[in-house]
């Protein structure tokens, strides 16, 4: 099999039209849009599916709308240096008028 060749047979049209519209229902404007939060191939990303790889992303999309997919994966816990955790303790005020001094323009949030 060449390099980026699918292993399967192509998904019917029907099928990847109803991925497509599972993907816009997400929040994707189209297969492209959808490369990487989905981890689409370069192939995928261009609309091609074998009819295994579209039926397994419209059941993970069907899965994710109705919340019975499995919980979304925590991200690690960013490290903190000594100097961030010693700036937690530091009111926002100083740390704002230092910045100034420095020459930030500093507003609210």
Do not use: C, Y
């Not at 074998?50 to 059941?59: H, K, L, P, S």
């Not at 700036?87 to 609210?108: C, K, N, T, Y």
């Amino acid at each position: 099999m060449a390099f980026g060749q699918p292993s399967g047979p192509p998904a019917p049209a029907n099928r990847v039209r109803e991925l497509l519209e599972l993907l816009q229902e997400a929040g994707h404007a189209d297969f492209r849009d959808a490369r990487g939060p989905m981890g689409f191939t370069q192939r995928q990303a261009n609309g091609k599916f074998t009819r295994d790889e579209a039926d397994a992303f419209i059941a993970q999309l069907e899965d994710a709308a109705h919340g019975d997919g499995p919980p979304p994966t925590p991200s690690p816990a960013a490290r903190m240096s000594t100097a961030e955790r010693a700036l937690l303790d530091v009111p926002s005020e100083l740390l704002a008028a230092e910045l100034q001094r420095r020459g930030w323009a500093v507003i609210e949030p």
